[in-house]
């Protein structure tokens, strides 16, 4: 069983994801990144890949992402550090970047390296719905891929139910129309979009994302969704501290205020 399926299966609440750019804040800190974050309890990790033009990024993971690239960072060299990670490490791991560097390596050459580095899923946020069924599906199938797609307040009905049907890891439910970032509240339009999600009865299991910052905003996710992602709040606490525990110690007492 694909690694993301076990976890849902297993924990049905309360899971906790985190974003890093791959490459920051250090090229070499990738590896370490996540082993520090599986032993200090992180349910699932998303690893980014740095791309010069982040469209859907707030500032604070465009920073970041400038600085990997600064770095070094690349596609290959980031497969190259994931190599033996599954020697270590043991929850599931997700990729997350931007189709162009995804289209220079090559999508299938990237499936490949996936799957033998032990990556569980990806997520594509500028990728259209129906060149992934139609293009990409068969392969991400073949390497046991999982296609996370992403919902917005922004997206129909009709749209919704078509990714439900033909994803089977969990729906990225972003919590913004917006770029990322974190938010101090999740409001009354905000939540009138949970609760439509919620009464779809959708067979997938969703993670909320985007703004998550604080107490408030962390219960209202993990009250109306199966986990949360923490994506800029974390990176900036990492950037801030350059270890990844102490970024999340901090982290984990910001979301209790």
């Known amino acids: 069983m694909n690694r993301i399926n076990k976890l849902f299966q297993e924990k049905k609440q309360n899971i906790f994801s985190l974003y890093f750019c791959a490459g920051h804040p250090q090229l ?5 990144i996540i082993r ?4 200090k309890g ?4 998303e690893i980014g890949i740095p791309f010069s033009d982040p469209l859907a990024d707030g500032p604070v993971i465009q920073k970041a992402t400038r600085q990997a690239l600064n770095n070094g960072m690349s596609l290959r060299l980031l497969f190259e550090q994931l190599r033996n990670i599954r020697q270590s490490v043991q929850i599931p791991l997700v990729i997350m970047g931007y189709l ?5 390596f ?5 499936c490949q390296a996936c799957s033998e580095c032990g990556i569980d899923g990806m997520i594509i946020p500028d990728l259209p719905f129906r060149n992934y069924l139609e293009e990409y599906k068969p392969v991400a199938d073949r390497y046991d891929l999982k296609m996370i797609m992403l919902i917005t307040p922004a997206t129909e009905e009709e749209r919704i139910r078509l990714i439900d049907q033909h994803t089977d890891g969990f729906i990225y439910m972003v919590s913004s129309a917006a770029i990322t970032g974190a938010q101090k509240s999740f409001g009354d339009p905000l939540q009138e979009y949970f609760n439509r999600v919620n009464h779809m009865n959708l067979k997938n299991p969703r993670l909320i994302g985007f703004g998550i910052s604080n107490r408030q905003t962390l219960e209202t996710a993990r009250a109306n969704a199966a986990g949360t992602i923490i994506g800029s709040k974390f990176i900036s606490l990492l ?3 350059g270890n990844a525990g102490d970024a999340l110690d901090r982290l984990m007492k910001d979301l209790q205020q």
């Open 36 to 39: 520090t974050l599986e032993n």
């Open 106 to 110: 090559g999508f299938e050459a990237f």
């Open 28 to 32: 070499d800190s990738t590896a370490e």
């Open 100 to 104: 162009n560097p995804i289209m220079r």
């Open 42 to 45: 992180v349910d699932l990790i």
């Open 239 to 241: 950037e801030e501290s």
